[in-house]
């Protein structure tokens, strides 16, 4: 594992530094006035923070020799005490709990992408769809020649 004890303290800053990019982005980015730039700008606000934290989780993954079998014992007899097998038992333990938490937070910022991505195209259409209704409901009042 790169980071083996460390998960929330690296997890944590790393959290905080997507919340200061995001607050950065909505200050420095201006008003939009095209529809077209603001679902653009709306879907970089989320996704580069999103694969930042992706990226972030990836390195907080055990390595693959600690999961693999390569030296694990094949037989009882490769077993010379119990603290031999403790100490195997307790390495996969940690694996595998590192693994969880990893998978734990993937899965809520995935989710939590997919949401905002389809939140943002959602209220992006709708506006589209109301400046459309209106443009409509003026042409219908407008004289003809």
Known sequence: MLFEDDFYSILGPAIILVFIFIIGYMLLGGKKHDEL?????????????????LIVLLFLLPSTPVLSTAGFPDTL????????????LQEYNQALVQTTKVLHWFI???????????????????????????????DAYRPTI
């Open 37 to 53: 730039e603001k679902i653009i700008s709306s879907f970089k606000l989320i996704i580069f923070p999103t694969g930042f934290l």
């Open 77 to 88: 007899n490769d077993v010379q005490s119990s603290e031999q097998l403790l100490e195997y």
């Open 108 to 138: 809520f910022i995935f989710v939590w992408f997919f949401l905002a991505s389809l939140y943002s195209f959602t209220k992006a259409l709708s506006r589209l769809r109301k400046k459309k209704k209106n443009r409509l409901s003026f």
